[in-house]
């Protein structure tokens, strides 16, 4: 069955934890902003996406600004976002054409900081969410893990966790519904705004270590050499 394909990048960081002034969406990976980046890796997946970019209102002049120093014309449209990550997703949602048809569309949502996702694992969330209706990333716990508690931490069995990444990819008609439930401090990514309905069990997929979410500058450091590593300059 085809399907329409739309594509959410929230990107509303402000590089608190990267010690910069410029957000850590704008600051330069590989010559180009993080951003820009982010938005390409979608194109590589398929041409007709419909790009829809979500800043906060106070960072959109200085995107305009990125767009025309770097000479990016790549489609997109821009949208302001709101007090946290669930209205800025709620507010990208609303502004989708409302001549979609929701039961046969699926927009991803994806963080504008995680430029180094690909197209494999793009497809694979696609192709998931297309059959299941939700699909999501995830990729195994290495590390040992203990659970706080107030006497100390205890250890916990890492095989019953998993890491979530984005994109997140579900039918319009689905997240619509989600997004029309009251904003709850438990709604930490898409996926779990969704479960919150209690009508759908979204669908894990394979994720991809590459796919790193850039927060610290190390995480800028080692996003370049994977760059360097996989050719994509």
Known sequence: MFMTKQVIIVAGGKGARMGSELPKQ???????????????AFLRYQQSVEIMVVLPET???????????????????????????????????????????????????HDGVRPLVTETAIRQCFEAAEKQGCA?????VEDTLREKRTDGSVWVDRNRYFLVQTPQVFRLEIIKKAYRQAYSSRFTDDVSVVEALGEIRPCEVAGDRLNIKITTPADLVLAEKLLQLQHWI
């Open 136 to 140: 999501y990333p995830v990729i195994p």
């Open 59 to 109: 960072q959109r002049d200085c995107w305009q600004e990125l767009c025309h120093r770097y000479d990016f014309h790549v489609p997109h449209q821009v949208v302001s976002g709101g007090e946290t990550r669930f209205h800025s997703v709620r507010n990208g949602l609303n502004a989708l054409p409302a001549a979609l048809d929701e039961t046969r569309t699926l927009v991803a949502i």
């Open 26 to 40: 704008f600051l330069s990976l590989g010559g180009q902003p993080v951003l820009m980046r982010t938005i390409e």
